[in-house]
């Protein structure tokens, strides 16, 4: 009630200026919702993507170099790989009873991932599972590496990476939705101040008629609504000499 009265009090110009802003942040506020939903559910799915053509193109290299027991080049391989995405946290592959055959790892892989791995049964087919770690959430994809029976391809993606860039570009969003709200609160301040001029020349017209003053007339100009008004206003005031 409070608020109504207020907003009662407040001139022409003001409430159209506050009107115009308030309905701007409410429109940016629902399409900032919606851009962050859409886009956060698309770069899931990018991720995903990218971790699976990762884990499919090592899984495809290794077979050969597993069978030859050339860990070197497994190791070159699997870094080299992890190198093509800034997303991309960790890559490690393990045989079927979990052993570790290669990793992108400085301190070697975590106790956790690598009891993960040998909890994990072989499968022919790609899985993908989310994980918790000091860098934030994680998307593990893992592709077999001969359907399974030689091993799988871990490939670790960042989530908390993709989704700080996500929210960079959303900041991105608010500013530029901020610089509208105040050219709009000039451009509506512009367009009420069209509006309210005519009307307060002749509110100051009748006062000055209201005084005494009969021969006065207010000037024409403004919108042509307004116009018509102030032509009829002088034509009443002119009956009254």
């Excluded at 990218?50 to 860990?71: C, N, P, R, W």
Aim: charged share 15%; proline share 2%.
């Amino acid at each position: 009630m409070n608020i109504r009265a207020a907003v009662s009090r407040l001139s022409i110009r003001s409430r159209i200026q506050m009107y115009s802003v308030v309905l701007l942040v409410l429109l940016a506020s629902l399409m900032s919702g919606i851009i962050w939903e859409v886009s956060n559910d698309l770069l899931h799915k990018q991720l995903e993507s990218l971790g699976q053509e990762t884990a499919f193109h090592v899984a495809s290299k290794s077979a050969v170099m597993i069978m030859a027991e050339d860990y070197y080049t497994l190791g070159e391989e699997v870094r080299q790989s992890a190198q093509t995405s800034h997303y991309i946290r960790y890559i490690f592959i393990s045989d079927t009873s979990g052993r570790i055959l290669a990793h992108t790892f400085d301190g070697g892989v975590p106790s956790a991932l690598i009891e993960r791995a040998r909890q994990t049964q072989p499968s022919d087919s790609p899985q993908s599972r989310q994980l918790t770690s000091n860098e934030g959430r994680l998307l593990e994809m893992t592709a077999p590496i001969e359907q399974g029976s030689l091993g799988s391809v871990h490939v670790g993606l960042s989530t908390s990476a993709a989704r700080q860039y996500l929210a960079g570009k959303l900041a991105e969003v608010v500013f530029l939705t901020v610089l509208v709200c105040f050219v709009a609160a000039l451009a509506s301040g512009r367009v009420a101040k069209a509006i309210t001029a005519p009307l307060e020349r002749l509110a100051i017209v009748a006062d000055k008629i209201a005084a005494g003053q009969w021969q006065k007339q207010a000037s024409c100009g403004g919108a042509p609504e307004v116009e018509r008004l102030t032509t009829a206003f002088n034509a009443m005031t002119g009956t009254l000499t």
